[in-house]
């Protein structure tokens, strides 16, 4: 009950806006191909269905595989990097600029080095996700409190057990923001770097060359479908974190 | 004569720092024996928590030595001979009550069996037992002082040592805990040193109180505390705990060194 509370303003907010577009759009006579009104999309995303689902695949297939190299070398790669806070200290400031690199301009160059289908985007996702998880999880890893740490000496711990039992764990909410921050760049990775060449059978191959034909109202479904994998990627990233940190959760809601 | 459990000799601390030398503690020489209970009290600053962080092995006298039970103090941590309670709780906030409780079994590496029915026992002991599922954060800061306590006695240690263990606490819940905890040493047989801002508390539990003067600290004076045993809230309306409780102020007043006036507040409320 309280949960169907909760989210009810945010779904009201939702049906309003669909509204207000299909009012707009037929208030100011608006040209389809410039933007087609709500129902023009849905009725359009029931004919090329099938097309839709098969590109969806393709593409989000390259987001989740990218998503589990990239994250999981980021958090492993933070992991061998806390063993030594020296090390950590050098390579840290390059991995914190990389976030200000536009990685994604180097998606035709990908296409050179990996071949125009599912390797080159891959690469791509790989990229943007790892230098994120690397850096929130190194500095989990890396930020325990002194007390914590005292309690761990007081009883003789090995540092073995200072790390899965005391680091670790108290590193998971940072690495959490970054993976779920990630699930979103991995849609985003692998829909733009398809704009830079690859199979007619992926999304975003599917919404440039629809686009650029003018048949707006396939392309804006194809968005549809990439803001609808984007969605389930984030909520499923979401509810992985609350099944991994209980205690971080009930504590918010409680 | 028995070995003494803890004992010092011509103990002193010094810190460095860019602003230069602060000389903490300087020429203490204690011998504490098996099942005392020893306060150190004394003004901010005098070195009190420096003094039990030397017991522990968390810092390093700048000169004299401890022996803990005949060992070093190294040796005696690395032997896990003693047990902890911090100033602060310092729970794992991803661990249960009983978890958090579980953790020094398991950093000893003792036996299955052991693990599984030792923490319930302790967190029986000190009232808790229905909260073994929670999670730290439900719990009064009290209750997470007292799952702090549990935790300390899980490997059944020689000495705890407790750093103001009740110092962030009410009056009230004090005064609960302090029972609670000489019922805990009654029933282990532990040898506590136990650092406090209050004189109350410090007569309350202790055999013996070491008063500090400020810094550098030195030992001023030790009172040796009469009060019969077992202790209970009889005991705090007895004159003879106010006799000691006048004499500890006294001691901690009549020092000339003396200029830092905020010691006496929490001490003060009796």
């Known amino acids: 009950m309280s949960r169907v509370r909760e989210y009810a303003p945010a779904a009201l907010v939702l049906v309003l806006g669909l509204v207000l577009w299909e009012a707009v759009v037929v208030a100011f006579s608006i040209e389809f191909y410039l933007l087609p009104a709500p129902h023009v999309i849905v009725a359009s995303l029931q004919e090329t269905y099938p097309v839709l689902v098969e590109a969806g695949l393709y593409t989000f297939t390259e987001a989740i595989l990218g998503y589990a190299l990239g994250c999981g070398g980021g958090i492993l790669a933070a992991m061998v990097a806390s063993q030594s806070p020296a090390f950590a200290g050098l390579v840290l400031p390059y991995a914190v600029a990389s976030a200000s690199v536009p990685i994604i301009a180097l998606a035709p160059l990908a296409i050179v080095w990996f071949g125009v289908e599912q390797g080159s985007k891959i690469a791509i996702v790989v990229l943007m996700t790892f230098f994120p998880t690397f850096v929130s999880t190194l500095r989990g890893l890396l930020s325990v409190a002194p007390q914590s740490l005292e309690l761990m000496r007081s009883y003789a711990a090995s540092e073995q057990q200072i790390f899965w039992k005391l680091r670790l764990p108290s590193s998971l909410p940072m690495t959490f923001t970054a993976l779920r921050a990630c699930a979103t760049l991995a849609m985003i990775g692998a829909v733009v770097s398809e704009f830079f060449g690859g199979p007619v059978k992926s999304l975003g191959v599917y919404i440039k060359s629809t686009a650029s034909l003018f048949q707006t109202r396939q392309a804006w479904s194809a968005i549809l479908v990439a803001c609808a994998l984007g969605l389930l990627f984030y909520f499923a990233v979401a509810l992985v974190e609350r099944l991994v940190m209980p205690w971080h959760f009930e504590r918010r809601e409680g | ?270």
């Not at chain 2, 504490?32 to 962080?53: H, M, N, Q, T, W």
């Not at chain 2, 004189?199 to 008063?211: C, K, P």
């Not at chain 2, 209970?232 to 106010?242: I, V």
Request: proline letters at 7%.
């Open chain 2, 1 to 270: 004569m028995p070995t003494p459990i803890i004992e010092f000799a011509g103990v002193g601390k010094t810190f460095e720092s860019r602003a230069g030398a602060t000389e903490a503690l300087k020429g203490i020489s204690l011998a504490v024996d098996a099942g005392e209970f020893v306060s150190i009290i004394g003004p901010s600053g005098c070195g009190k928590s420096s003094l039990l962080r030397i017991v522990g092995d968390l810092v390093e006298p700048s000169a004299g030595t401890v022996r803990v039970n005949g060992k070093s103090a190294r040796q005696a941590r690395l032997d896990r001979d003693y047990g902890i309670v911090f100033q602060t709780p310092v729970l794992y906030e991803w661990r249960t009550v009983l978890e958090n409780v579980q953790l020094p079994l398991e950093l000893a590496g003792r036996p299955r069996a052991e693990r599984r029915e030792r923490p319930p026992a302790l967190l029986r002991l000190v009232g808790l037992e229905e909260f073994a599922g929670h999670y730290p954060w439900q719990l009064s800061g009290g209750m997470q002082q007292r799952v702090s306590i549990a935790r300390a006695l899980a490997l059944n240690p020689s000495i705890l040592l407790m750093d103001e263990p009740f110092g962030a606490l009410d009056e009230m819940s004090r005064e609960r805990l302090n029972q609670e905890l000489l019922q805990v040493c009654a029933e282990t047989a532990a040898t506590a040193l136990f650092v406090t801002h209050s004189i109350a508390e410090a007569v309350f539990l202790s055999t013996r109180i070491v008063v500090l003067s400020p810094r550098p600290g030195h030992i001023d004076r030790i009172v040796t505390v009469d009060l019969p045993h077992p202790r209970s809230d009889k005991t705090r309306a007895l004159p003879r705990f106010f006799e000691l409780v006048t004499e500890v102020r006294q001691s901690l007043r009549e020092d000339p060194g003396r200029a830092d006036g905020r010691a006496h507040h929490p001490g003060g409320t009796l």
